[in-house]
C-alpha cells in the first residue's frame, strides 16, 4: 500500500472544492438531485417567502426556490466559493430568473444585505464550520424571529454506501486518514445528538428531523459504471488524493471502481446506490 503524501481535505469550498465543484456540475447535481427534491418537497416554500439558499452550488435549488417564492418573494444565494458564485449568477440570468442574487462570502461571519429573512435552507452546505456553533448563531441573525432553518446533511457512512464503498476501494491501495468524528466534513452531523447540541447551542429551536433514504445515481441519471467511475476520481475527495500516487495505483483502483459500480448499474437508471441524508428544519 502506498503512503499518503497529505491529509484528505473536504473543507476548501472558496478554493479547490468549489473549483471542483464547478468543474463537476453535472456529475454533482444529477448526483443529489434525490436529496435536493427531497429537502425542498419539506421545505414547501410559498409565494412571498425571502429566502436564503447556503452552500448554493451550482444554483439549481436557488433557481428551484425563486420559481416557488414567485410572485412576491426572493431569494439569496450565499456561498464561499467565488467560482460557483458567477458561475451560478450567469446560470440565472440565462434562465430569466430576476427575483434571485448571489453573494459569495463566509456564511460564518458574513451579513447579508435587506435583512432579516424569512426562510434559510441548504443542501448540504452547512457540515463544514470550523466553529459550527458560533456559525449557526450567525445564521440564525439572518432570520426573523421564528423564521425557519431546513437543511440537508448526510448521514452516517454506514448507510451512505455511494460514498463510503468508492473511498474503500481507494484505501485498499493508498493510505488515507480515518475521518473524525464532528469534524468538518460531509459526515459532521451523522449524530443527531451532535446537531441537536449546535442548533441548541446557537439559538434555534423546535427541532424537527426526518430522513432521505433510497437510491441516488453515481454522477448523475444513466450514467455507465466507467462514467461514474471517472467522476468519482474527478470529482470525490478521494479521487483528489489518488493524483499524488503512481500511474499503476491510479490503474488499479480505477478497475476496482469500474467492477464496484458495474454491479449497481442499472439499464436506463445508472449507478443506483443507497443513500441516507438527515432533513432537518428549527425555528430562530
Request: net charge negative; glycine share 12%; with cysteine.
Amino acid at each position: 500500500m502506498a503512503e499518503a503524501s497529505h491529509p484528505l481535505k473536504y473543507e476548501d469550498w472558496g478554493g479547490e472544492m468549489g473549483a471542483r465543484w464547478l468543474a463537476n456540475l453535472k456529475g454533482f447535481e444529477g448526483t443529489i438531485a434525490p436529496v435536493g427534491e427531497a429537502l425542498l418537497a419539506r421545505a414547501a416554500f410559498a409565494p412571498g417567502e425571502r429566502v436564503i439558499d447556503l452552500g448554493f452550488g451550482g444554483g439549481a435549488t436557488t433557481i428551484a426556490i425563486a420559481e416557488a417564492v414567485s410572485p412576491g418573494g426572493c431569494v439569496l444565494g450565499l456561498d464561499i466559493s467565488p467560482d460557483l458564485t458567477s458561475a451560478a449568477t450567469r446560470r440565472a440570468r440565462q434562465a430569466g430568473i430576476d427575483n434571485a442574487q448571489f453573494l459569495c462570502g463566509d456564511a460564518a461571519t458574513a451579513s447579508v444585505p435587506d435583512g432579516p429573512y424569512d426562510r434559510l435552507v441548504s443542501r448540504f452546505g452547512s457540515m463544514f464550520f470550523a466553529e459550527p456553533v458560533g456559525a449557526f448563531a450567525n445564521l440564525r441573525s439572518m432570520l426573523k424571529h421564528g423564521g425557519r432553518i431546513d437543511l440537508a446533511v448526510w448521514g452516517p457512512p454506514a448507510e451512505n454506501p455511494w460514498m463510503r464503498e468508492g473511498m474503500e476501494v481507494a484505501r485498499n491501495h493508498v493510505e488515507m486518514p480515518a475521518p473524525v468524528p464532528r469534524a468538518p466534513g460531509p459526515f459532521a452531523f451523522e449524530d443527531l445528538d451532535y446537531l441537536r447540541e449546535i442548533l441548541a447551542g446557537s439559538g434555534f429551536h423546535d427541532v424537527d428531523i426526518g430522513a432521505a433514504v433510497g437510491q441516488l445515481p453515481v454522477g448523475g441519471a444513466g450514467a455507465s459504471a466507467e462514467q461514474a467511475r471517472d467522476f468519482a476520481q474527478n470529482a470525490m475527495a478521494f479521487g483528489q488524493v489518488l493524483l499524488d500516487y503512481p500511474s499503476d495505483v491510479q490503474a488499479a483502483v480505477a478497475r476496482e471502481l469500474a467492477h464496484l459500480y458495474g454491479r449497481h448499474y442499472r439499464p436506463g437508471e445508472g449507478v443506483m446506490m443507497d443513500y441516507c441524508a438527515w432533513l432537518v428544519s428549527a425555528r430562530a
